[in-house]
């Protein structure tokens, strides 16, 4: 089966009744995982930004404490998995800012792990290329929060 384009749902939706879209949204959530996250913030957590972030930013130190520091293979998995879920929660909401402050924390907790990410290059390389998102992003931003973001980059590359 072939999906159809999101302007044909959009058009389709628009004849149902608000009995049948609940019925829909209900069925949709049972089916993924990330359906079902994406309704959870859209319904309980996006009035309330600050503090989505700081609820991602705990679950974002909680994983790395759970990295196996055994070996680097570990190490770097666990960190690209980290960076998955980072992307995925700030696609949720959708703004720039979040996606920034998610990975600015990300870049701070992953710049002091032990052991040192310095010692192996491709957490470095993972390191170096969200620094370099980061600061795409702010340059799309209004110029109070670019000053701010910026202060905080220059932390970082310290």
């Keep these: 089966m072939k999906a159809v384009s999101v302007v044909t749902i959009k058009k389709e939706l628009k004849h149902r009744s608000s009995e049948e ?3 829909l949204c209900l069925r949709l959530s049972k089916f993924k995982k990330e359906n079902k996250e994406l309704l959870t913030y859209l319904l309980f957590e996006s009035h309330d930004e600050t503090g989505y972030i700081e609820t991602v930013k705990a679950e974002i130190d909680e994983q790395f404490e759970a990295i196996n520091t055994n070996s680097y293979f570990y190490i770097k998995k666990s960190v690209r998995k980290i ?6 929660y700030a696609r949720y909401s959708l703004k720039k800012e979040t996606e920034v402050e998610l990975l600015l924390h990300f870049c701070a907790v992953l710049k002091d792990f032990k052991p040192s990410i310095k010692n192996n290059l491709t957490l470095t390389n993972i390191y170096e290329r969200q ?3 980061i600061k795409k992003i702010v340059s799309t931003l209004h110029e109070d929060l670019q000053y701010d973001y910026t202060m905080k980059l220059e932390e970082l590359e310290l």
């Design 21 to 23: 879209l609940l019925e």
């Design 83 to 88: 960076l998955r879920n980072i992307k995925k």
């Design 131 to 133: 620094i370099a998102l």
